[in-house]
C-alpha cells in the first residue's frame, strides 16, 4: 500500500493527479491511501499559521471522494474513512467530541472534517 498523506493540498495545480497516472502507471496493481482533504479544508489551511510560516499560500482539495477515479489514473475508491465516525471521537475532550458528534450524523458534514481515503489500481 502507498500512503500519499499530506502531499495533495500543497502540490501546485494538477502535478499530484500526474504523480498518481505515473505512479500507476508504473506499477501492476496496488492500494493507495490519502487525506481526502475537501476545497474548504485545503483552502483554511493555508491561513494556519504552521502552513503559512513554510509559506504555502494556495492549496487544493476535492469535495467528492470519487473525483480521483476521473484523473485516468485507474483509481477506484475502496473505503472512505470519515474521523467523526471513528470510534477515537469518545477519548476527545469535550466540547470537541460533542462537536464531532453532531458532525456525524451526516455525510456531508463528516465529509468536511478529516477523512481517510483508499483506492485500488
Not at 472512505?80 to 458532525?103: C, I, N, S
Amino acid at each position: 500500500m502507498i500512503v500519499a498523506e499530506g502531499l495533495l493540498p500543497f502540490l501546485p495545480g494538477d502535478t499530484f493527479q500526474r504523480m498518481m497516472r505515473d505512479l500507476t502507471a508504473h506499477l501492476d496493481s496496488g492500494e493507495l491511501a490519502l487525506n481526502g482533504y475537501t476545497r474548504f479544508a485545503a483552502w483554511s489551511m493555508t491561513y494556519h499559521p504552521t502552513i503559512k510560516t513554510i509559506g504555502i499560500t494556495a492549496a487544493q482539495g476535492f469535495d467528492d471522494p470519487r473525483d480521483p477515479e476521473h484523473w485516468n489514473a485507474g483509481l477506484t475508491l475502496a473505503e472512505e474513512q470519515l474521523l467523526t465516525r471513528a470510534p477515537e471521537v469518545a477519548a476527545f475532550p469535550q466540547p470537541l467530541r460533542a462537536v464531532t458528534r453532531l458532525m456525524s450524523h451526516g455525510k456531508t458534514l463528516s465529509r468536511q472534517g478529516t477523512r481517510v481515503l483508499r483506492y485500488r489500481f
